[in-house]
């Protein structure tokens, strides 16, 4: 979805389609929308509009899935409330918690460059089968993927009107490509 936002000035959630017919009716709650027909009693299983709480429902779900990143006319930047979770991260003690910044790490890696290869050393401490160990490439790992994401750059939205230049490259733990 966010790839779709070149050029774009105004940004409305008006604009998604049949949007409360993609929101699952809590389970066992599909008989509060019961009606009769001729037809027979039928219940619906997404939620329809007329309800009381389907515009504050649909409106916190959108805010989840946006939650992450601001969008913006100049591009894709981070939220400041997770930057401020990454800044007070503390060094991990166990393998769970190495799990735990690693995935929060990864859900923004495409705001630091080479992020594979940066988070090498954590990678190998949350495979199967390994033992917790913590030295100073993880140490210094840990740091190098913090100070990034704390000062992530703002992700320009493409101009899918001009020319595009690949650039990538590889190694034996990670690959990484710049589109310019």
């Known amino acids: 979805m966010?790839?779709?936002?070149?050029?774009?000035?105004?940004?409305?959630?008006?604009?998604?389609?049949?949007?409360?017919?993609?929101?699952?009716?809590?389970?066992?709650?599909?008989?509060?929308?019961?009606?009769?027909?001729k037809q027979g009693l039928y219940e619906w299983l997404v939620m329809p509009f007329g309800l009381t709480n389907a515009p504050?429902?649909?409106m916190r779900l959108m805010n989840h899935v946006l939650r992450p990143f601001i969008v913006s006319s100049q591009g894709l930047e981070m939220d400041q409330e997770k930057i401020k979770a990454i800044q007070d991260w503390s060094?991990?003690?166990?393998?769970?918690?190495?799990?735990s910044f690693h995935g929060l790490a990864s859900f923004y890696r495409?705001?630091?460059p080479n992020f594979s290869t940066?988070?090498?050393?954590?990678?190998?401490v949350i495979k199967k089968d390994s033992a917790f160990h913590?030295?100073?490439?993880?140490?210094?790992?840990f740091i190098k993927i913090k100070n990034c994401l704390t000062?992530?750059?703002?992700?320009?939205?493409?101009?899918?009107?001009?020319?595009?230049?690949?650039?990538?490259?590889a190694s034996g733990v990670g690959i990484g490509a710049v589109l310019t």
């Open 110 to 112: 495409q705001f630091v």
């Open 134 to 141: 913590w030295n100073d490439e993880q140490e210094k790992s």
């Open 56 to 58: 504050s429902t649909f």
């Open 2 to 37: 966010l790839d779709k936002l070149s050029g774009a000035k105004l940004f409305s959630k008006i604009d998604l389609k049949s949007g409360y017919q993609h929101i699952r009716i809590q389970e066992g709650g599909e008989w509060k929308t019961a009606f009769k027909t």
């Open 91 to 99: 060094r991990p003690k166990t393998i769970s918690q190495v799990w």
């Open 118 to 124: 940066i988070a090498a050393p954590l990678t190998s």
């Open 151 to 169: 000062n992530a750059p703002l992700l320009v939205l493409p101009d899918f009107a001009k020319t595009f230049e690949l650039e990538f490259d």
